[in-house]
């Protein structure tokens, strides 16, 4: 069983900065190979992806986010990260991670709340 794990949120002023980590655990998942992305529900929202990365690095994002948001990972230590910057208000929402094309259980999320 894979078991995901987000952390990083918090509360930040509009125009700052977050970093938040998704770490993966699971004998059966090989995380390294997997497109990984990050996924935001906004209240009273669908879940949306925000940015997903690809086995051999490759990034997408949409236009909501693009310039400031930045996806990583870390094969080593299955381990994706999202670097916010400057965040506004409809950026709220608890983010969530998860492989793109492997239908994984989802985590708690972490909360961010941007305040205006």
């Known amino acids: 069983q894979v078991q995901l794990v987000e952390s990083g949120g918090g509360l930040v002023q509009a125009g700052g900065s977050l970093r938040l980590s998704c770490a993966a655990s699971?004998?059966?998942?090989?995380?390294?190979?997997?497109?990984m992305g990050w996924y935001r529900q906004a209240p009273g929202k669908q879940r949306e992806l925000v940015a997903r990365?690809?086995?051999?690095?490759?990034?997408i994002y949409p236009d909501s986010v693009k310039g400031r948001f930045t996806i990583s990972r870390d094969n080593a230590k299955n381990t994706m990260y999202l670097q916010m910057n400057s965040l506004k208000p409809e950026d709220t929402g608890v983010y969530y991670c998860n492989a793109i094309y492997s239908s994984l259980d989802w985590g708690q999320g972490t909360q961010v709340t941007v305040s205006s």
């Open positions: 699971g004998s059966i998942f090989s995380f390294s190979r997997n497109a």
């Open positions: 990365i690809f086995a051999g690095g490759n990034t």
